[in-house]
Structures are given as C-alpha cells and as structure tokens.
C-alpha cells in the first residue's frame, strides 16, 4: 500500500479520499435505510461485505421493504450490476495478471474505482488507482454501513433526513467534471432520457441498462469520402 501512495500524486489522493468520504456518507445512509426498512441489524453488514455494490443493495433493501421476495430482490440486483461485465473487460488488464488479483479486484471493482482508474493515461498510476480507491472504498462503506445500522434503530424515518438522496448524489459528483465534454454530456442526456421514459413501464434495473443505448452519441460520423476526377 505504502508503494502504491507513493505512485499517486497529491491531487489524485485529495480527489480519491474526497470519494471515499462520500462512499462512506452513503454507507451510513444506506446501513440507516436498511435497518429503518425492516432488515434485521446484521444483515446491512452482510450485504456490504459479500456484495459490495451500492445500488444493488439500495435496490434488495428496497425491494425487501415493497413486500417484494428475495428471489425478485436478488434477480432485480443481478441486472443492475450486470455493467460491471463491460466494467471488468475495460479495466482486465490493470486488475493484474493472477486468479487470485483479477477474483479480488472483481470484489472491489465499483463505479468510482474504475472511472478514476480510466482517467489515467499511465498504466501504473492507473492500477495504484484502482486497487487504492477500490480497497479504502471497501473499508470505509462497511464502516459506514455499521454506523447507519446503529442510527437507523434510533432514527426510524430516514426520509425526514434526506438520508435516501445520498447515493444518487453521490453518483452525481462523480459524473459532472466529465459533463463538459459536449459528446459525453448528450450520450448522458440521452441515457436520462431512455431511463425516465422506461422506469414507469419496466422492472426496477431495467431501465438503467437501457440508458446505454446513450452511448450511440459517442459513436463518431463518418466523414464523408471525397472523389477526385
């Protein structure tokens, strides 16, 4: 860990202990939620330990608490991190070349991780990202996750403190430096667009998936062949 702190400069570990800090906002919020919806107290730690993903456990605890069953909890997860699939193909390589590297980086790998590890040109920065913003992530939301577990049988509604909004906000500041390229911004939009349109007639995930039809925006137009006489 030592050598990796070494390789990041001091502008990357101001960003990545800022994330981490919100990852663990939202760990908090989503231990509180958990709890406050009806969860037993350890199971908000179970899931953040073996699943480690925040919008697939927001997602089962949400389901859980509509009356919905485990197996529509579990499938309904199951969908919405199927992103991860074209996550682990683009970051493969700066997860390291053993099993035991590539089974533990797919644990850690989450939507913060592997954008700060694709913004980096140099291949070593990229992996001492990567594995550091995943492993400091990892820790930070379980801690989080028990303090919310703890909150959340004192504060019964969540809601009144806006503790539901800390996840999509979150995703939010991740995304909005990369809003000002004019092609990234419309492939966004496009997806937004997809997403809201679809979300009351489909399944929960579902239209998440479909908003990367968004991605066509980032598709460059051919230019046209000239022919010369």
Same mark, same amino acid.
């Given at each position: 860990?030592? $050598?990796?702190?070494?390789? =990041?400069?001091? @502008? =990357? &570990?101001?960003?990545?202990?800022?994330? !981490?800090?919100?990852?663990?906002?939202?760990?908090?919020? %989503?231990?509180?939620?958990?709890?406050?919806?009806?969860?037993?107290?350890?199971?908000? $730690?179970?899931?953040?330990?073996?699943?480690?993903?925040?919008?697939?456990?927001?997602?089962?605890?949400?389901?859980?608490? !509509?009356?919905?069953? #485990?197996? !529509?909890?579990?499938?309904?997860?199951?969908? #919405?991190?199927?992103?991860?699939?074209?996550?682990?193909?683009?970051?493969?390589?700066?997860?390291?070349?053993?099993? *035991?590297?590539?089974?533990?980086?797919?644990?850690?790998?989450?939507?913060?991780?592997?954008?700060?590890?694709?913004?980096?040109?140099?291949?070593?920065?990229? &992996?001492?990202?990567?594995?550091? *913003? @995943?492993?400091?992530? %990892?820790?930070?939301?379980?801690?989080?996750?028990?303090?919310?577990?703890?909150?959340?049988?004192?504060?019964?509604?969540?809601? +009144?403190?806006?503790?539901?909004?800390?996840?999509?906000?979150?995703?939010? +500041?991740? *995304?909005?430096?990369? *809003?000002?390229?004019?092609?990234?911004?419309? !492939?966004?939009?496009?997806? +937004?667009?997809?997403?809201?349109?679809?979300?009351? %007639? #489909?399944?929960?995930?579902?239209?998440?998936?479909? $908003?990367?039809?968004?991605?066509?925006?980032?598709?460059?137009? &051919?230019?046209?062949?000239?022919?010369?006489?």
């Amino acid at each position: 860990m030592r $050598s990796i702190w070494r390789t =990041l400069t001091p @502008g =990357l &570990r101001r960003d990545m202990l800022a994330m !981490a800090g919100a990852i663990a906002v939202v760990g908090v919020s %989503f231990g509180a939620i958990a709890v406050a919806s009806g969860l037993d107290w350890w199971m908000p $730690s179970a899931l953040s330990v073996l699943v480690f993903a925040g919008g697939s456990q927001f997602m089962v605890v949400g389901v859980v608490a !509509a009356g919905g069953g #485990l197996v !529509a909890a579990v499938l309904g997860a199951l969908l #919405l991190n199927a992103r991860h699939l074209p996550f682990g193909l683009a970051v493969g390589d700066i997860m390291g070349s053993g099993r *035991l590297a590539r089974a533990v980086g797919s644990h850690l790998m989450i939507d913060e991780s592997v954008a700060f590890a694709m913004a980096q040109k140099d291949p070593g920065r990229a &992996r001492a990202v990567f594995w550091f *913003l @995943g492993t400091t992530a %990892f820790v930070v939301w379980n801690l989080g996750t028990i303090v919310g577990t703890a909150a959340g049988q004192v504060i019964r509604d969540t809601d +009144a403190f806006g503790l539901d909004a800390a996840f999509p906000a979150a995703l939010l +500041a991740l *995304l909005l430096p990369s *809003l000002r390229n004019a092609r990234t911004r419309n !492939a966004a939009l496009l997806g +937004a667009v997809v997403a809201l349109a679809t979300t009351p %007639f #489909l399944p929960a995930g579902v239209p998440v998936l479909l $908003s990367l039809v968004g991605l066509v925006a980032l598709i460059p137009a &051919r230019k046209k062949e000239t022919v010369t006489a």
